[in-house]
């Protein structure tokens, strides 16, 4: 019993934290704590092949794909708990609290006699818990068992339709983007060659900081649009200014030395200068960006 | 059930009645089903060939009711040959339905009855189809009307050919149909459609009559065969008897433009002339005498149904002889006296034993002179530009010599001038009519005075007189193809009394309707004719001074008495049926309309409001919001388990 | 060992589930509710089966993971869906099918 009282706190405090955490992800990461006491729990109510069940699968598996889906829908698009429907708060509260109580006060009312358990001399676990539990599967129940297969494979195909998008125009090859790149270029002037990667002669060559062009203002083309999207984006602006402490920590060597950098730097300014004329085309950009 | 009362009944019997049974068809006899099948195929040829049959379908459906005549005068020469005991042949063509115990076939019978009626609608009825060709000879739709005709023919022939009631029924219904068609045939004109639409219901009122008489000799018998029914028929209670026998007269009364289903008759006339001839005066409206007659052996043992046979065409000798005296319109005074003579053909039926022959005799001769009148004011119309008003007739006999001396045939015989057609028949039926009631024998011979009355004012009218039809009209004598029917026509009419000679007739429909010892009437059989014919020109003569000796105005004078108004206006027959059946009947329907929509539909509709208001409210609880239906669903839990801790506590 | 304290810690995850899925609007929480919900009756069915001294509440529980992990699978597919074509995760976003 010492497992239980010092897990059921620990879960209790945990799934009432799912109820009020601003983040998907922390909620994720809650329902793990959960989940993984259960695991112990089931553990110490002598059912060692759902602890392991419990911690692969559903741990393992089924939280992760939701944590994989969170990423895909975006990690932090957090929720807020303003509530939209009039009065839903408080009558869930009421009503779950009202609940609870009914349940608590009407088990309360039952006695539960001395535990048979499993393990032990004559237990059900006797000769191992998962030979045991197979036997049951592949004889009681094996045809729900085999129904179940026919869920899994229906969830299966389900997913994947849910999931697939018919292709409506056929794909663009390699040859096909770079025609059709030269004519953006031709036409309205688009940047024909790669975006700027973020951080590029910046104070900081992290993702969300953009690089900044050679007049020192960031270039808004070398930020993921998702980042932008979320305003994520740290200001380059101030960073500009870091740039005069860079070059006084650096000394001469980096003006010296146009030599060791020269060709890229070359390169790379070319390329700012399209970026800079054509920065409007921002949008464009990015989704070539993203490619990288 | 039956051998006790079968033996109870059999010593009530008092006069013999025939049971019909038929022998198996052979030779000539075994063509029977030809004589339906040929106008039936006309009509299928040309109502089916639409115009492809319009420049040769006339041909077409004159030739096969001709052919059906044929076939049935070489069967009336077969029959001739027979002994009086094998004159009735049967023809098995096939079973027709079997439900339950109702077991019917298509079953012909040819007997002394049908023969006679054999030779009338297909011998009638080919002349008038000849007559057709050309009084319908400028209608774009003639092919339509032969097809009709033919279809007519054929359904009258299933009527008289049939050996049960339910093929009998078929018949009845066809000529129905055909009527229908026939007096709506010129559907353009509202009042054709109305008559036709009016004669279409009215009939169905008999039809149920008839249709109920049916059910009850199914109930009865277990059969509709004549031969089953005529066989046990001697074993059914009185009033069950009785009952059929007023329904069969119900039927009667429908198709046979009887009192008080005869409103239809004289609307009827707005059909061709033709039509007029055919339908509604040589065969179908007799086809309740018809069935009266072929049922003697119901009504012989139902003394107060055939009272009521009795008392209705008393009515309607009358009824119908005073319609025709006050009508301008000649078809329509044609009409009337149509009714009357069924009339006195229903008073013969009625009468018993003693009169179902001379019912069957009259019916013939006035087949003829009917027919022939009526053809002969088509002919008349035919000359004066389809105007049938006779006031606008007058001194036609020598502009249209031809139709004047046949329709002067028929009018001879129908006013029964000693020596013509109809002074044997209907003089015969007085004869009875007097024998069994001395009331109902006087009324009949006043009906004979007053048809002397009509006929002649409608002659007198038509033909004598001075002209008075406007400048633009020149009568003119019709096309041979309508006068040579016109003059065979005539010439039956004239030589119709032959089938008296030596009672042939009587003798020869024995073997159907029975015999009885010849009782003598009240008075010398010579004394009563003198009577009649006494009584026939008085009122002649006094048409002669009415008409003859007067002026007659173009237009109808409007200061008339009484009588002459509810003449003119049917004896108010059609003002009755409005009181009585029409005017109920449209408030009633119009009370179950407002039933309808106010109590039913209200309710429905009131009971749908409610819901439609609760689902209103309702609906707002669909927000659309999951996340409130899932607040539903636990409370729906938390009531569940506050239950089941409320049991359990 | 009692039986007791298991099947009361059972419901009240149960019941802080129920509340989340009442209370959170992002999708992809509420699911993560139902999953709790899931487990609380899981654990129900373990302590029962260890109560009896039987193992159908362990094949139970079984089932409830296969049944959870199809509905996941589904669930999640359609969240994908709908954020797809509608840009939000949110459960009271989709809220066209009413009055």
Not at chain 2, 611 to 625: F, K
Request: charged share 15%; with cysteine; glycine share 10%.
């Amino acid at each position: 019993m010492t497992a239980f009282w010092v897990l059921a706190p620990i879960m209790v405090l945990a799934a009432l934290g799912i109820l009020f955490v601003r983040k998907a992800v922390h909620a994720a990461l809650l329902l793990a704590v959960v989940m993984i006491s259960l695991a112990i729990l089931y553990a110490v109510l002598e059912a060692p092949f759902l602890f392991a069940v419990q911690i692969i699968v559903y741990t393992g598996a089924i939280l992760m794909l939701f944590l994989f889906v969170l990423m895909l829908v975006g990690v932090d698009a957090s929720d807020s708990l303003v509530e939209t429907i009039r009065g839903q708060r408080a009558l869930a509260w009421l009503t779950g609290l009202v609940f609870a109580v009914v349940l608590l006060v009407g088990l309360t009312q039952i006695t539960f006699g001395t535990a048979v358990g499993l393990d032990g001399e004559g237990g059900a676990n006797e000769g191992g818990n998962v030979q045991a539990l197979a036997n049951l599967l592949f004889s009681r129940y094996v045809f729900a068992f085999e129904v179940t297969s026919a869920l899994l494979i229906t969830a299966a195909v389900g997913a994947m339709v849910l999931a697939h998008r018919e292709r409506l125009s056929p794909k663009a090859g390699q040859a096909a983007i770079a025609a059709q790149r030269v004519r953006d270029f031709t036409e309205k002037g688009t940047h024909l060659g790669p975006l700027p990667p973020p951080g590029v002669y910046a104070r900081h060559n992290a993702v969300d900081t953009p690089a900044l062009l050679p007049d020192g203002s960031p270039a808004p083309a070398s930020v993921s649009r998702v980042l932008a999207a979320r305003g994520s984006v740290r200001a380059a602006d101030t960073l500009a200014d870091d740039i005069d402490d860079i070059t006084a920590q650096l000394g001469q060597d980096v003006a010296t030395k146009p030599e060791t950098s020269g060709k890229a730097g070359a390169t790379a300014s070319s390329e700012e200068d399209q970026a800079a004329t054509n920065g409007d085309h921002g949008v464009r950009g990015q989704g070539k960006g993203d490619h990288k | 059930m039956s051998t006790q009362l079968l033996l109870t009944a059999a010593a009530d019997v008092e006069h013999h009645i025939p049971v019909v049974a038929p022998a198996e068809a052979d030779g000539a006899f075994s063509l029977l089903w030809l004589i339906i099948a040929l106008p039936l195929l006309g009509a299928a040829i040309l109502l089916l060939g639409g115009k492809y049959t319009d420049k040769w379908g006339h041909y077409l459906g004159t030739a096969l009711p001709i052919g059906s005549f044929v076939i049935s005068l070489v069967c009336f020469i077969n029959v001739l040959g027979r002994d009086e005991g094998d004159r009735q042949v049967a023809q098995h063509l096939y079973d027709w339905f079997e439900v339950g115990g109702l077991d019917v076939g298509m079953d012909l019978l040819y007997d002394p009855l049908s023969a006679m009626f054999l030779l009338l609608i297909t011998g009638v009825g080919s002349l008038i189809h000849v007559y057709s060709i050309g009084y319908m000879a400028h209608d774009p739709r003639r092919r339509r009307f032969f097809g009709y005709l033919n279809l007519f023919v054929a359904a009258m022939l299933m009527l008289v050919l049939s050996e049960n009631y339910v093929g009998l029924f078929l018949g009845w219904e066809g000529v129905g149909l055909a009527s229908y068609l026939l007096i709506g045939f010129w559907q353009h004109k509202p009042s054709a459609a109305a008559a036709a639409k009016k004669a279409f219901v009215i009939n169905r009122v008999g039809d149920m009559g008839l249709g109920l008489a049916i059910f009850l000799m199914f109930v009865t018998f277990g059969t509709t065969s004549f031969s089953g029914v005529s066989a046990l028929s001697a074993g059914a209670s009185e009033t069950t008897l009785n009952w059929i026998g007023v329904l069969l007269l119900v039927g009667a009364c429908g198709k046979s433009a009887q009192v008080p289903l005869q409103a239809w008759l004289l609307d009827a006339m707005e059909g061709p002339t033709p039509v007029s001839a055919l339908i509604h005066a040589a065969t179908m409206v007799t086809a309740g005498v018809y069935l009266i007659t072929r049922s003697n052996f119901i009504f012989e043992l139902a003394p107060t149904a055939q009272t009521a046979v009795v008392v209705v065409a008393t009515v309607t000798l009358l009824w119908g002889a005073i319609l025709g005296c006050a009508k301008d319109d000649i078809k329509k005074g044609l009409a009337g006296s149509t009714m009357s003579q069924i009339g006195y053909m229903m008073l013969g039926a009625g009468l018993g034993v003693a009169g179902y022959a001379f019912a069957i005799f009259h019916l013939l001769t006035h087949g003829f002179f009917k027919a022939n009148m009526f053809l002969g004011a088509g002919s008349v119309m035919h000359a004066m530009d389809d105007d049938v008003n006779m006031r606008h007739y007058g001194g036609l006999q020598k502009l249209l010599p031809v139709t004047f001396l046949t329709f002067a045939m028929g009018y001879l015989a129908i006013i029964g001038f000693p020596g013509f057609s109809g002074f044997f028949s209907k003089d015969k039926i007085i004869e009875v009519a007097l024998t069994e009631n001395l009331l109902v024998g006087i009324l009949a011979t006043i009906g004979a005075g007053i048809t002397g009355f009509y006929m002649t004012r409608m002659m007198l009218l038509t033909f004598f007189t001075k002209k008075r039809w406007e400048d633009g009209v020149h009568p003119h004598e019709s096309p041979a193809v309508m006068t040579v029917p016109l003059i065979v026509l005539a010439a039956l009419s004239v030589l119709g009394g032959i089938m008296l000679a030596g009672n042939w007739i009587v003798d020869f429909l024995s073997p159907v309707v029975g015999h009885v010892e010849h009782e003598d009437p009240p008075l010398p059989a010579i004394v009563i004719t003198i009577i009649v014919v006494l009584v026939v020109a008085l009122g002649a003569g006094l048409a002669f001074l009415l008409f003859q000796k007067r002026d007659v105005p173009r237009e109808a004078p409007a200061d008339v008495s009484f009588a002459v108004k509810a003449a003119r206006a049917d004896l108010y027959g059609d003002a009755i049926n409005d009181v009585i059946v029409v005017r109920p009947g449209s408030e009633l329907v119009t009370a179950l309309v407002e039933t309808d929509r106010k109590v039913v539909d209200g309710t429905f509709m009131g009971g749908s409001g409610i819901v439609r208001g609760i689902g209103h409210g309702l609906r707002h609880v669909q927000t659309g919001y999951v996340r409130s239906y899932a607040l539903s669903v636990l409370g729906g839990a938390l009531i569940l388990v506050l239950t089941l801790v409320a049991v359990n506590l | 060992m009692s039986l007791t304290p298991y099947i009361v810690l059972s419901a009240i995850l149960f019941t802080i589930g129920s509340i989340g899925v009442l209370t959170r609007r992002n999708a992809i929480v509420v699911f993560m509710c139902v999953e709790l919900m899931l487990n609380a009756c899981n654990l129900a069915f373990v302590a029962f089966a260890h109560q009896h001294g039987n193992l159908d509440g362990q094949v139970a529980a079984f089932f409830v993971m296969v049944v959870a992990a199809a509905e996941v699978v589904i669930g999640l597919a359609i969240i994908m869906t709908i954020f797809r074509t509608r840009r939000s995760a949110s459960v009271d976003d989709a809220s066209l099918l009413k009055f």
